[in-house]
């Protein structure tokens, strides 16, 4: 599938993302990069226009027999699709996939999202599900979430009772059981201005706390809905969601992955799982398993940001 993305902002978005390291390469030696680069990149280009998607999200598309279900990907806490997603939007999209996602828990045009409270976050997320479902004219589809957008996407799919209409969830490090606030602090860090609205102006900051009221319908009893197939992808290199490995979801039938266990050498963090090749090799595992296979620990599987 070739996908044709105009517009200057999802340009600079490619072009800043090529140009740092090697996003296109084939031949990169390590199997993650460095976190600030990447994110910083997609988040200067997104500044100019923080409400358009990544490359490859939001097009005309038309689902395939190989690919029967749009995906929905749902960014983290401070971040905007531009910047979470730019170089999973691009790559679902060239593999085939039709991909959909919207920001949420903040003013439109601000590059800061996902700061409302969960519960107002969750029902937009629902909404977005609905208008995915009528615009391909299917019953389900499969989400990908990133830190708060992995536990929107459970929290849907448990407490606003989604389940039915979810084929799968694959989550990079959701915040499933909370973090603790130092946790968030760090995360806020990748963000210019975050820090400062931490205090003020992010009830989801509090929402995602250890033991928070909002996260007791998510945690209370068993969190896995029967019908959806869940993946959860981790590193042990965790600094926002602590303890490492609170992501997971220990329940049978759930897949928890931590990305050194495929790649030892990953030094992958929280923040840049979304841009780690590893990480995307295990969620494009988890969407289309009859075409699995191990993710290569020594070169890059490249990065096209969109073929033209």
Known sequence: M????RGAAIAATTAALLAVGGLGSTATAASSYPIQPYLSSAAMAAAGAPDAPAPGMNLPCTLTAAHPYPVVLVNGTFSVMGDDWAAVGPILANDGYCVEGTNFGGTPGNLIQALGPIAESAQQIATLIDQTRAKYHVDKVDLVGHSQGGMLAEYVAKVLGYGPKIHSIVAFSPTTHGTTLSGITNLAAAFPG??????SACPACYDQEVGSDALKPLDSGPIAVRGVTYTVIETRNETVV???GSSFINEPGVRNLY????CWNDSIDHAGLPYDNTAIRLMLNA???STARSPNCWISYGYPAVQQ
């Open 2 to 5: 070739r996908i044709r993305v």
């Open 194 to 199: 975050a820090n400062q609205l931490v205090a």
């Open 242 to 244: 602590t303890p490492v």
């Open 259 to 262: 990305v050194q266990n495929y």
């Open 287 to 289: 969407l289309s398993p």
